[in-house]
């Protein structure tokens, strides 16, 4: 009894542990099922469609160096016209905006005073010159008696000396008559060159000073830009090298040529002003700010857009296609340029030819599937064979 009791009893323990195993190992086949990706979720792995303007090459290109420029615009003519004279201003009637000729006249500073300083200086010029006329008679009188010996040649030279300061005080009274009529000629002011007016700082009817600022005229026919360039910067530049600039306002960017190149460096800063003719274009305007590029020489190398490089990680990267797969390339950058007017840059760490992402396509991490954008006519077709039977 003892011993049918202990055999049933070892069976039970067989029983439960071959139970215990066999649960066990179902447990673990359940739990190798849920690690393992099922074609369904391998099926739903993101996949990033790619258009081709997010795309470019690494390739060799004739890289266009050159420096950037800024600067404001200014009238390559201009003018100030001030006042030669005081007294009151009258007939001032151009604006802002108003268009000049060369010579028109500007307004006038009331003339009465210089005038009359003119009646005045003509006035001793002819007394002056009355005094003249009886000195010279008195010498004519004294030649003659001299050479009839009445009198003595000491006589003669003293009426010669007094024809002389006569002659003297008429000259100097005709200079006076001259600068009274310059005086009243700078009373009226006159445009010196045309164009228009951007500046009327005075009122009609103010008193005015010599050298007051009265307008200020621009010719916006010709426009330069004065670019101040760092010493090193300006080693490159010589007269005729071109430059594109975005100037604010303009859709399109404007061409420039380099015009000039100041002889000395700016106290202070040391920089060297350089000044770009401006194309001609509606709408430009003096004091309009422009940044752009100035094209100082070409280079062959490897490099990629400059868009296409990332700043996000410690040292600068491209991300690349490699096997329809994201990876992300750490690039040494080189010198920069322009290629079909686009900013390139110089890279080394990557092999010609390699497909990289533009800034367009945002950041995507490593390993990321990636795929060509279907073509519209292909998808359409597509869609169109999908709804057939």
């Known amino acids: 009894m003892t011993s049918s009791f202990s055999r049933g009893l070892v069976r039970a323990l067989m029983l439960l542990a071959v139970l215990a195993a066999v649960l066990l190992g179902w447990r673990g086949y359940q739990a190798r099922q849920a690690k393992a990706p099922t074609p369904a979720a391998a099926a739903r792995e993101p996949v990033i469609e790619l258009a081709p303007s997010d795309l470019a090459q690494a390739r060799q290109v004739a890289l266009g160096t050159g420096v950037p420029i800024t600067g404001t615009l200014k009238a390559v003519h201009s003018a100030l016209v001030k006042a030669r004279v005081p007294g009151e201003l009258q007939g001032l009637t151009v604006r802002e905006g108003d268009a000049v000729k060369a010579g028109q006249v500007i307004a006038r500073v009331e003339p009465t005073e210089y005038s009359e300083r003119l009646r005045q200086a003509q006035q001793q010029a002819d007394a002056a010159r009355a005094q003249v006329d009886i000195a010279q008679r008195q010498y004519d009188n004294n030649a003659a008696l001299v050479n009839q010996g009445f009198i003595s040649r000491t006589a003669l030279d003293n009426s010669l000396a007094s024809l002389d300061s006569a002659r003297a005080n008429h000259r100097a009274a005709q200079a006076g008559v001259e600068v009274v009529r310059k005086s009243l000629a700078d009373t009226v002011l006159r445009a010196p060159i045309g164009g228009q007016i951007a500046q009327r700082l005075v009122q009609p009817g103010e008193r005015v000073a010599p050298d007051a600022r009265i307008v200020e005229i621009v010719d916006p026919a010709q426009l330069e830009l004065e670019a101040a360039l760092s010493p090193a910067d300006s080693m490159a530049v010589r007269v005729g090298q071109s430059a594109r600039l975005d100037i604010e306002g303009v859709a399109e960017p404007v061409s420039a040529r380099v015009a000039r190149i100041n002889p000395s460096a700016q106290p202070g800063s040391r920089s060297v002003l350089v000044y770009l003719s401006v194309t001609p274009q509606p709408g430009l305007r003096q004091g309009l700010f422009a940044q752009g590029q100035l094209a100082t020489g070409e280079q062959q190398a490897l490099a990629v857009p400059l868009n296409a490089v990332r700043t996000d990680k410690p040292a600068p990267y491209v991300q690349v296609v490699a096997g329809e797969r994201i990876a992300h390339r750490p690039v040494d950058l080189g010198a920069r340029g322009s290629v079909d007017g686009e900013p ?35 998808t359409a077709s597509a869609t169109a064979n999908a709804g057939r039977p």
């Open 344 to 378: 390139w840059v110089a890279v080394r760490g990557i092999d010609d030819g390699v497909t990289v992402l533009r800034g367009s396509a945002g950041v995507l991490r490593e390993g990321t599937a990636t795929r060509p954008a279907a073509a519209p006519a292909a």
